[in-house]
T-cell receptor
Framework: DQQVKQNSPSLSVQEGRISILNCDYT??????FLWYKKYPAEGPTFLIS?????DKNEDGRFTVFLNKSAKHLSLHIVPSQPGDSAVYFC????????FGAGTRLTVKP | NAGVTQTPKFQVLKTGQSMTLQCAQD?????MYWYRQDPGMGLRLIYY???????DKGEVPNGYNVSRLNKREFSLRLESAAPSQTSVYFC???????????FGSGTRLTVV
């Protein structure tokens, strides 16, 4: 029962362009959503979050959008940089935290 | 600033052997968690401890036990390892809802 889904296992973009990573969830009890970034051989690190009472949160080059009616959130990275190449996990919290399977982002110079 | 420290970083076990994965955090966080990461499956919650003295099952608890030894330490035990438990294990902590986790660097476990 995967309550958080990231349907794109990988994404490749050119440096300077926008990266859009998508995430869908099924449980309407989730009230807090987060994105984590993971480099090889390291633990995930927190990137950005959004409460269910908001529809947008920005932090520098990173913006998270939440569409509650569609149970969908997305992470926008503008402009994308080669150092952004990593696996990105979407997570949803309503008690414990559930994670998606991750999307591997590759930013090409 | 150690954050969350996991030991060991790598381990190879034979089927049926037991072992304990250790986790300690120095951020005075109330809640601690154990996840496993498998290809295509993301991070799945094994057990968690919302506060010192409590533990609860997550999505995939079978074959594991945990101990919240004190506020700093949360260990994960495999009593009789199976090849299906080959995975990367992450410990995490947070102050409480709704804050994000701080993760350790992981333990790569192979059961042969």
């Amino acid at each position: 029962d995967q309550q958080v889904k990231q349907n794109s296992p990988s994404l490749s973009v050119q440096e300077g362009r926008i990266s859009i990573l998508n995430c869908d969830y099924t449980n309407s009890m989730f009230d807090y959503f987060l994105w984590y970034k993971k480099y090889p051989a390291e633990g995930p690190t927190f990137l950005i979050s959004i409460s269910s009472i908001k529809d947008k949160n920005e932090d520098g080059r990173f913006t998270v959008f939440l569409n509650k009616s569609a149970k969908h959130l997305s992470l926008h990275i503008v402009p994308s940089q080669p150092g952004d190449s990593a696996v990105y996990f979407c997570a949803a919290s309503g008690g414990d935290m559930r994670f998606g399977a991750g999307t591997r982002l590759t930013v090409k110079p | 600033n150690a954050g969350v420290t996991q030991t060991p970083k790598f381990q190879v076990l034979k089927t049926g052997q037991s072992m304990t994965l250790q986790c300690a955090q120095d951020m005075n966080h109330n809640s601690m968690y154990w996840y496993r990461q498998d290809p295509g499956m993301g991070l799945r919650l094994i057990y968690y401890s919302a506060s010192e003295g409590t533990t609860d099952k997550g999505e995939v608890p079978n074959g594991y036990n945990v101990s919240r030894l004190n506020k700093r330490e949360f260990s994960l035990r495999l009593e009789s390892a199976a090849p299906s438990q080959t995975s990367v294990y992450f410990c995490a902590s947070r102050p409480g809802q709704p804050y994000g986790y701080t993760f350790g660097s992981g333990t790569r476990l192979t059961v042969v």
